[in-house]
Nanobody, 128 residues
Framework: ARPVESGGGSVQTGESLRLYCDVS????????RGWFRQVPGKEREGIAT???????RYATSVKGRFTISKDNAKNTLYLQMNSLKPDDTAMYYC???????????????????????WGQGTQVTVSS
């Protein structure tokens, strides 16, 4: 089974959304989990990662506005998104089974193939 994302929707500029990712079907321990986003015609972009010790990294485009967190007991990944902009409009995906490189590189340096377990995405639309 895949991770299941939820929490997407349509909001106005400056508003907030909280995305959820149920990873309960993935029971193996992994180094890294993260959130990516993709718009049509562009590559999937890594925006936030969290490693097993709870350390986090962010892409420059979201740093200071987005916060990634996890609840190990519920095996759930979160993405709190504040001060949303129209440029944040995209399909958002959560991913698990990420690489050791998450400890040392920014999320936007990671590739889609670096993660082995993907959800089907949740759409976020921000209008001006």
């Amino acid at each position: 089974a895949r991770p299941v994302e939820s929490g997407g929707g349509s909001v106005q500029t400056g508003e907030s959304l909280r995305l959820y990712c149920d990873v309960s079907e993935y029971t193996r321990s992994d180094y890294c989990r993260g959130w990516f986003r993709q718009v049509p015609g562009k590559e999937r972009e890594g925006i936030a990662t969290i490693v097993s010790d709870g350390s986090t990294r962010y892409a420059t485009s979201v740093k200071g506005r987005f916060t990634i967190s996890k609840d190990n007991a519920k095996n759930t990944l979160y993405l709190q998104m504040n001060s949303l902009k129209p440029d944040d409009t995209a399909m958002y995906y959560c991913a698990a089974d990420g690489p050791l490189q998450c400890y040392t590189v920014a999320p936007d340096q990671l590739q889609r193939d670096d993660f082995g377990y993907w959800g089907q995405g949740t759409q976020v639309t921000v209008s001006s």
